[in-house]
């Protein structure tokens, strides 16, 4: 019974059904639900910082449950979006309430669309990456794919890595050069992956063109089939999805830098360059994304079986908490600078 904690990760599109069905205020029951309900839940209940032993890890790598969770989510971001549209575009509702369905399917696409695309492509199965990536296409995000597998797991906790926030960097800030690097990066990897086989620039195997051409197609589709309003809907909730996903990636490796070593190379990536939080509705929700630190230190890792590790730099709440911390720059340099090693900052 214990392996279907993961469930929980489905209240926030239970929540947000029940958001668009009602309607009225109730369209602001998801992002008062992940933001406030979630971070007070956290506080109550205690951090968890257990380890699997080998045998255990070993038992929940044979279960496919832990996949089958995953790809569920599949059909459920995908129902979620389309009746979003299908509510904005055929019922008469107040601008609020157009707001508040944004705001609630975007969060969504950033917890079980962006998020679980990143577990799911971390995997060597071509049919889980293939689910991985279109779970980024709702939010606009395909390219993501390529820069964090190849760009991102090279550099980060460097100066060079777009997705790492500087010490003394907002959120705010953070969100413009993260996006536009990240951006401009993936193409570089991908023009870099092309030359090294042997490809061109125009070509089937460039993978780049065909995200363009399915987000614009899947926007296209949004207004053929919902209009103007639909497509509003679909594109503005995109970019909460991903705006959620620039605010995991800021409190993941703020201010965490690692150190150059004699011969000017950055030593490699250990367990001290992530963020690590063992607070448990946070990792139940976000499938253990906050045990961030053993991700870094061995991605192939399924989500189930990551460790926490007692050199890994702690936060002192949850994910979802610090999350709307970091929304307040001066509160979120208060309770983290002083975190920060201070070899480190740079």
Known sequence: MK????????????VALISLYFKGPLVYLTPVYAFVIIPVLELIFPVDTYNLNSEEADSKLKRKLFD???YLNLP???????YGAYVVSSTAIETYELIGIILSVGIVLGVNGINVA?????RQATNERFIGKALLLPSQYMHFYIEHNFGHHLHAATPED???????QTVYSFWVTSIV?????AWRIQRTILKNNDQKFISV???MLWYIVFQAGYLVVMFYVFGALGLLFAFTAAVVGFLLLETVNYIEHYGLMRLKTKSGRYERVKEIHSWNSNHMIGRIVLYELTRHSDHHFKSSKK???LDCHDESPQMPYGYPTSMVLAMLPPLWFKIMNKRVPKEMIV
Do not use: C, M
Not at 76 to 82: G, H, M, N, R, T
Not at 118 to 122: K, R
């Open 303 to 305: 989500y189930q079986i």
């Open 205 to 207: 195997k460039n993978d």
């Open 76 to 82: 459920v971001v995908y129902s979620l979006v389309f």
């Open 162 to 168: 777009p997705a790492t926030a500087r010490y003394n």
């Open 181 to 185: 690097r990240q951006y401009l990066s």
């Open 68 to 70: 089958w969770l995953l």
């Open 118 to 122: 990143h577990e799911l492509g971390h």
């Open 3 to 14: 392996d279907l904690k993961y469930l929980a990760a489905f209240s926030i599109p239970i």
